[in-house]
């Protein structure tokens, strides 16, 4: 079991930026892969974007490729979103997650969730 903590969320205005940090706690952290997620109000939790056990892969949901990036620091125990040129459907509270295997999108592939951070873009 990983133990994680979300943070660095707040409101900022479209086109802006926003880092994004997880905090973990536990002996896997090291040796899985993580994962974010966000669900805005009435939708679903859809997944955002994931990366590998030693930070050598990445994969992004197609809605954010190309303005989120994904990274993590082993050492630390940390796992980074940074977001830019963000938008107002970028809106929703973010959730870190532990993959159960490297490729898969689907929330039920992910266990050990954070509490979530919430991010509100404006326009």
């Known amino acids: 079991q990983v133990q994680l903590v979300e943070s660095g969320g707040g409101l900022v205005q479209a086109g802006g930026s926003l880092r994004l940090s997880c905090a973990a706690s536990?002996?896997?952290?090291?040796?899985?892969?993580m994962g974010w997620f966000r669900q805005a109000p009435g939708k679903e939790r859809e997944f955002v974007a994931a990366i590998s056990w030693s930070g050598g892969l990445t994969y992004y949901a197609d809605s954010v490729k190309g303005r989120f990036t994904i990274s993590r620091d082993n050492g630390k125990n940390t796992v980074n979103l940074e977001m830019n040129r963000l938008k107002p459907e970028d809106t929703a509270v973010y959730y870190c997650?532990?993959?159960?295997?490297?490729?898969?999108?689907?929330?039920?592939?992910?266990?050990?969730w954070g509490q979530g951070t919430q991010v509100t873009i404006s326009s």
């Open positions: 536990g002996r896997t952290f090291s040796t899985s892969t």
């Open positions: 997650a532990r993959g159960r295997g490297y490729g898969s999108r689907r929330v039920a592939d992910f266990d050990s």
